[in-house]
């Protein structure tokens, strides 16, 4: 891994961070990510990829802006400011 790409994986992750901790501001965290993700040529982690909206890009934080379910060893995330729907497997095989 380059330097450029270490030091935009590390900024990537204090974005996501921030988006948890200022989510007023989360939006425009995440476009920063999606951004410096693009910039690098690196993808955005797996953990923090699926708590973004791929529709509106919303920071999803169940209870608040999202509703999640669980049925039939999907785990289905749904997004109250579009009404997208990201379905995800959860059981373990």
Partial sequence: MK???R???ERIKI???????Y???AKR????AKK???KTGLPIPREYKRWI???CGEYLIPGKNCTVRLKNKLRIVTCKAC?????FNYANK
Avoid: F
């Avoid at 974005?15 to 901790?21: A, S």
């Avoid at 965290?29 to 920063?32: D, G, S, V």
């Fill in 36 to 38: 410096l993700s693009m």
């Fill in 83 to 87: 009404g997208k729907i990201k379905r």
């Fill in 7 to 9: 030091i935009g994986l």
């Fill in 15 to 21: 974005l996501m961070q921030m988006c948890r901790k």
């Fill in 23 to 25: 989510p007023d501001k």
């Fill in 29 to 32: 965290y995440t476009y920063l």
């Fill in 53 to 55: 909206c791929k529709n």
């Fill in 3 to 5: 330097d450029y790409q």
